[in-house]
C-alpha cells in the first residue's frame, strides 16, 4: 500500500488504539489530550515520511511516537506540578512513572472499558454514539456530523459537553463491577444497535447504507463477546441480527448507489458466510431463559436470508413482529409487522391494520399503503406514493417512491 492510501487506513485503525490507551492513561478528564496526541502522532507521520519514506513497520513507528509524545506530555505536567503548584500554596496533583502499554491485550481492555464508560447514563444517547464512533472509531467530527445530519461546530460543542459531564461525574474508565455489568451492558447494547442502524439505513450524504458504521459497530460488538464477563446470549443475539443483515449489503445497492429492494435483490450476492455466523451467534443467545428485542430481531433477520417466498415463512416472521411489538413497541416496527401481515394474509387484511397507524409525517408509512394498494386500487396507491416522495428526506428514497409511482402510471388500470 503507498503512503497517499496507507496513512488514512492507518489513522482509521490504529488512532482509535492509542487514543483508548491514552484516555485510560490519563484519566476521563483528559480525553480532549489524548485525542491530541493520537492526532499529533499521525501529523508526524505526514511529516516524516514524505519526508524519509515509509518506515519498515508503521505501525510499530506510530505506536513509539505515540509513547514518546504520551512520555513528555506527563513529564511537562509533572515540572509543572513540582514547581508552580507549591508557590501557589496549592496541592500538587500526583504525576506517577507511568507505562504507554500499547499491547493488544491492554488496547482491547482499553477499548472495552472506555466503551463503558462513555456509555455512562449522565450523558444522552446521541452523546454515547457521537463519543463511540470519535474515540473508538476514529471517525472525524465532519463524518460524525454526517452521521448525525448535522455540521461539524453543533457535534464539537455537543461532544466537549459530553466529555466535561463525564469529567465532572469522575467516570473511571474500568470493567463495572460483576453487580452492575447487566445494567451497563443495557446502555452498551443501545449504542451498538444504532451505530448499527444508523449505517444500515443511513440519511447522510444521501448515501442509503454506510458499511463503515455497521461493521465499526459489529468490531466492537465482537469486544464484548470476546470478554467472558460481557459474552452473554443478549449480546450474541446483536450480533447474530448483525451478520445478517450485513451479508446481504452487496446486494442492496447497484453500482450506482441505488438502493435494490428486497425482492430484487440478487441472492447469490449475499454473503454465506456471515449468514453461517449469524446463525451460529443465535445458536449461542438461544442459552438462557431471556429473549431481548435483539433476539426477536435476529429472528426476523435470519428469515429474511431464505429468499423463498413461502407461508411458513411470513408466518414466522408475522409472529416474531408481534412479540418484538409487545417487548417494545415502535412505529417503524408497527409498519414492518403490517408488511409481513400482507405477505401471510393478503393486501386486504394489511391494508385495515396499516391504516389504524396513522402516521402523517412518516414517508415509510405513505410508501407502505401505495405497496398494499397496488393492484387493489392503483389511484389510492399512487396518491400515497405521491404523499411519501413529499416527505421522503433522501435523493435515494425519492427515487424509489418515483420508480414505483412511474411503474404504477405505465399500468392500465
Known amino acids: 500500500m503507498e503512503q497517499p492510501e496507507l496513512i488514512p487506513h492507518l489513522f482509521r485503525t490504529e488512532f482509535r488504539k492509542i487514543a483508548a490507551v491514552l484516555c485510560k492513561t490519563f484519566g ?37 511516537v505515540a509513547k514518546n509524545k504520551a512520555r513528555n506530555y506527563l513529564t511537562r505536567n509533572s515540572i509543572f506540578a513540582e514547581k508552580i503548584f507549591p508557590q501557589l500554596n496549592q496541592r500538587a496533583p500526583e504525576f506517577e512513572e507511568t507505562d504507554i502499554d500499547l499491547s493488544e491485550q491492554n488496547i482491547t481492555d482499553s477499548q472495552l472499558q472506555m466503551l463503558f464508560a462513555i456509555c455512562h447514563p449522565s ?7 457521537g463519543l463511540a464512533l470519535r474515540i473508538l472509531c476514529g471517525f472525524g467530527i ?14 464539537a460543542k455537543r461532544l466537549s459537553r459530553a466529555k466535561e459531564k463525564l469529567r465532572n461525574e469522575k467516570v473511571n474508565i474500568e470493567f463495572p463491577r460483576e453487580t452492575e455489568i447487566s445494567k451497563r ?91 453461517a455466523k449469524g446463525a451460529y451467534y443465535l445458536r449461542r443467545a438461544s442459552q438462557g431463559n431471556t429473549v431481548s428485542k435483539y433476539h426477536i430481531e435476529a429472528g426476523i433477520a435470519y428469515w429474511h436470508t431464505v429468499k423463498t417466498d413461502t407461508k411458513e415463512k411470513w408466518e414466522n416472521i408475522l409472529q416474531l413482529h408481534n412479540q418484538l411489538l409487545q417487548i417494545e413497541y415502535s412505529p417503524i416496527a408497527a409498519l414492518n409487522r403490517t408488511f409481513a401481515l400482507s405477505k401471510a394474509n393478503g393486501k386486504p387484511a394489511a391494508i385495515a ?43 435515494t428514497d425519492r427515487q424509489t417512491i418515483q420508480q414505483k409511482i412511474d411503474s404504477l402510471s405505465s399500468k392500465k388500470d
Open 28 to 64: 476521563i478528564g483528559h480525553i480532549e489530550t489524548a485525542e491530541d496526541i493520537a492526532g499529533d502522532t499521525f501529523l508526524a507521520a505526514i511529516e516524516t515520511w514524505s519526508y524519509k519514506g515509509l518506515p519498515e513497520n508503521p505501525t510499530a513507528w506510530l505506536y513509539l
Open 185 to 275: 451492558l443495557e446502555a452498551v447494547m443501545v449504542t451498538l444497535y444504532l451505530l448499527f442502524s444508523e449505517g444500515y439505513y443511513s440519511e447522510s450524504r444521501d448515501t442509503i447504507l454506510r458499511e463503515d458504521l455497521c461493521f465499526e459497530a459489529m468490531r466492537l460488538t465482537h469486544l464484548l463477546i470476546d470478554n467472558e464477563r460481557t459474552d452473554q446470549p443478549i449480546v450474541n443475539a446483536l450480533l447474530s441480527l448483525m451478520c445478517f443483515h450485513s451479508s446481504r449489503f452487496a446486494a442492496r445497492k447497484n453500482e450506482n448507489g441505488e438502493i435494490i429492494l428486497y425482492d430484487d435483490q440478487d441472492e447469490t450476492l449475499w454473503d454465506q458466510e456471515l449468514i
Open 123 to 129: 450523558i444522552s444517547t446521541e452523546s454515547q454514539v
Open 142 to 155: 465532519d463524518e460524525i456530523a454526517n452521521a448525525f445530519l448535522s455540521n461539524k461546530e453543533t457535534i
Open 353 to 395: 391494520e396499516a391504516e389504524k397507524l396513522n402516521l402523517a409525517n412518516n414517508h415509510f408509512y405513505f410508501t407502505l399503503l401505495g405497496e398494499l394498494y397496488n393492484g387493489i386500487d392503483n389511484d389510492k396507491a399512487k396518491a400515497n406514493l405521491a404523499k411519501a416522495l413529499r416527505l421522503a428526506k433522501t435523493n
